[in-house]
């Protein structure tokens, strides 16, 4: 229903600076709520940054006070600024929708939607 999709991965400098972009397929002002996951090799999948549609915001306690999560529901876009990498900030990063769908029921269920993936790497 959501197609997402990264860029602005890449080769970062500890101490440096990236930018993440997440271009939906659609209008993103109904999902609910938007983040950024990421990955490292042989590590479980964590939360990075969230952020709802009301414009509030999380973020793992490992990226405070340097990862920035905004969201442009005008350009159906959400961002992540990271600034202060280190290189334990390498990963492969996701960008996430989840959106409380109405059922016929009456009910609400949440549904996930995901990107291919984007590599950042921190160098030393």
């Known amino acids: 229903q959501v197609q997402l999709v990264e860029s602005g991965g890449g080769l970062g400098q500890a101490g440096g600076s990236l930018r993440l972009s997440c271009a939906a397929s659609?209008?993103?002002?109904?999902?609910?709520?938007m983040g950024w996951y990421r990955q490292a090799p042989g590590m479980q999948r964590e939360l990075v940054a969230g952020?709802?549609?009301?414009?509030?915001?999380n973020y793992a306690d490992s990226v405070k006070g340097r990862f920035t999560i905004s969201r442009d529901n005008a350009k159906n876009t959400v961002s992540l600024q990271m600034n202060s990498l280190k290189p334990e900030d390498t990963a492969v990063y996701y960008c996430?929708?989840?959106?409380?769908?109405?059922?016929?029921?009456?009910?609400?269920?949440?549904?996930?939607?995901w990107g291919q993936g984007t590599q950042v790497t921190v160098s030393s």
């Open positions: 952020i709802s549609s009301g414009g509030v915001t």
């Open positions: 996430n929708a989840r959106q409380i769908v109405p059922l016929l029921s009456g009910e609400y269920v949440a549904h996930d939607y």
């Open positions: 659609r209008s993103i002002s109904s999902i609910n709520d």
